[in-house]
């Protein structure tokens, strides 16, 4: 079992910027990759981003060039830096632990909200 505890959503005007984190605990040794989820009212969650134990990353492109993820293998912790932010950047973003053919681990989920 994996354990996600996502922290840093909140309130921001557009073209502000946050950084959201996600601890995670339990079986860490079994998760492939970390990847960070949002999903919006009426909408189908979508991946954000994502960071290998390899260390690679990927993003989708709504997000590209204004976005990082990243990791801090000592704390067991995954950052998203988010700057740029529009309104359609809200939604609930989900810290998402990847275990490649078996599945996810899902965090309780932290929302974002964008001011226009």
């Known amino acids: 079992q994996v354990q996600l505890v996502e922290s840093g959503g909140g309130l921001v005007q557009a073209g502000g910027s946050l950084r959201l984190s996600c601890a995670a605990s339990?079986?860490?040794?079994?998760?492939?990759?970390m990847g960070w989820y949002r999903q919006a009212p009426g909408k189908q969650r979508e991946l954000v981003a994502t960071i290998t134990i390899g260390g690679g990353t990927n993003y989708v492109d709504s997000v590209k060039g204004r976005s990082a993820i990243s990791r801090d293998k000592a704390e067991n912790t995954v950052y998203l830096h988010m700057n740029s932010l529009k309104p359609e950047d809200t939604a609930v973003y989900y810290c998402?632990?990847?275990?490649?053919?078996?599945?996810?681990?899902w965090g309780q989920g932290t929302q974002v909200t964008v001011s226009s």
């Open positions: 339990g079986s860490i040794s079994s998760i492939n990759a």
């Open positions: 998402g632990a990847i275990q490649y053919g078996l599945g996810v681990y």
